[in-house]
């Protein structure tokens, strides 16, 4: 009995991509499994990730619009067919990707006739359409659009008060939601006390993100929730730590820093370890994930000289990058 036991828990959990489809720029389709589980692990880990998904991947949209001499959301343009509030919907309806935080600007200047699209936004260089034909507004008479668009990168929804509009700057309620839709299910087998699970995740994304694209930030987010509870300080209810004098960092590194398992297990415990958890500038950390760079081994696997290369890294940033592997790995990379 014992020895069933443990030839089930030493198994090595592994995920696929059982189906990938992109119905359109604006719906795409992944399913995927994870095995082998044991019975109710895939319940436990289906409702989490489902949620994550759902709630906790970030995503791009415009978020206010600022157009001249305009004072109500129902007002009528000369020479434009639709009124501002049909064009505030249509550009609700832009799916954006972006890779940076912080507001951007961005902007659209048409002389008319002529249709409008998502074709004509001038983009900051972040910042990326998924479907340019989206229509924004028909220009029956020969005149200039001049919109302005503020663009944000966020998680969740905000939605704003009607009555916000002030010098024509109009507030658009904001889904920061690539993920459309997100399911699971689960398939048992075996008998008795080898019986083991499956899960499957089927997700559904607007095209902002890819759903394995998806399924990355949400497991990241779900591991960094889980983070304070390894390693963190246990508070006091008045709030002061319990444990004082003490440098706890956020991400376990015992059995990174040893090397009782060899190479092999310091590369698993570097692919778990996302460079979000090294507390990195912003500007630094955006710069990385433009790399694709998004774990420790994706870091280790790049020699000074190489992140020198990196777009908008400068050799300040690659200091601070050298200096946190050093500090918290003792580890200098290398050079070519």
Known sequence: MIRDEISVSIQT????CIESRAYSKRLHYGRFALSPLRKGRADTIGIAMRRALLGEVEGTCITRVKLENIKHEYSAIIGIEESVHDILMNLKEIVLRSDSYGIREASIYIVGPRNVTAQDIILPPSVKIIDTTQHIARLTKSITSDIRLQIEKNRGYIIHSSNNY????FP????????????????SYGSGNEIQEVLFLEIWTNGGLTPREALYEASRNLIDLFIPFLHGEEQNIDGMNKKKGSNMLPFPLSHVLTDTGGNERKKIAFQHIFIDQLELPPQTYNSLRRANIHTLLDLLNYSREDLMRIEHLGKESVEQVLEVLRKLFAIDPPRN
Do not use: E
């Open 166 to 169: 002030q010098d024509g700057i």
């Open 172 to 187: 658009i309620d904001a889904v920061f939601m690539p993920v459309r839709d997100a399911n699971y299910s689960i398939h």
């Open 13 to 16: 959990l592994r995920w696929k």
